[in-house]
């Protein structure tokens, strides 16, 4: 795993405030002094296990949503698999995340609800697992996914991609480069107390930047 370091093995959860229990899953993934210096904000927002029926909540707005035409194409090649990018450039519209617990499989459920020019949001849900090579694997639909890896700066968590895979069961299969998008970068950045930035880029080695989309959150 690239920029990263193995954390001792610590007591899985903490007690906290009522909603929610410490844990260590993202900071097992991030050196220790990388993580250490991230902004409080960061920090807490991934150090959080949801319990019983508890939904986390960001609301925001999508300030730019770029999309080549290759980029475009792909949207909509990734319709019949969930939708998982966006389908449409864009600029400013609203926008709102819920993350839940998945508690069946110890990992977490993402759901994105971005506004559109005109017609219904855009749904985009996803499921984060703590588990594979990297430690941190994004399932978008259709057994497809991808592996992260995930560092640290002054001011920001970043996860890039390491590879795409399908799955079925035990079946695994990693995808070629050449049947991929090429990298994913997503941002996480502080902005101050309770506001993030959040920026997701797909850059392919040929095509060039597909997407490139900037959102402002806070603390719901």
């Known amino acids: 795993m690239r920029g990263t370091a193995k954390r001792p093995v610590e007591a899985p959860v903490v007690q906290g405030d009522e909603d929610t229990l410490y844990d260590y899953r993202f900071r097992r993934l991030v050196a220790h002094a990388a993580w250490d210096a991230l902004p409080e904000d960061i920090r ?3 150090s959080k296990r949801l319990t019983g029926a508890a939904v986390a909540t960001y609301s925001g707005e999508i300030v730019w949503t770029r999309l080549s035409r290759a980029g475009w194409l792909l949207a909509q090649f990734c319709r019949p698999i969930g939708a998982p990018l966006p389908l449409a450039p864009s600029g400013p519209a609203p926008a709102a995340v819920a993350v839940s617990e998945d508690r069946t499989n110890g ?3 993402w759901s994105r609800l971005y506004g559109r020019g005109s017609g219904h949001p855009q749904v985009i849900h996803s499921a984060k697992s703590f588990a594979g090579p990297t430690g ?3 399932h ?3 057994g497809f996914g ?3 890896s995930v560092h640290a700066e002054a001011d920001a968590l970043i996860f890039t991609s390491d590879h795409y895979f399908w799955q079925f069961g035990r079946l695994r299969l990693r995808l ?3 049947l991929t998008p090429g990298i994913t970068i997503v941002t996480h950045q502080h902005l101050g107390t309770g506001r993030f930035a959040f920026d997701l880029k797909v850059t392919h080695p040929r095509f060039g930047e597909l997407l490139n989309q900037h959102a402002l959150f806070r603390d719901g």
């Open 44 to 46: 807490r927002r991934f």
């Open 107 to 109: 990992g977490q459920c």
């Open 136 to 138: 941190l694997e994004e």
């Open 140 to 142: 978008i639909g259709g």
């Open 146 to 148: 991808m592996a992260l």
């Open 176 to 178: 070629p480069r050449w």
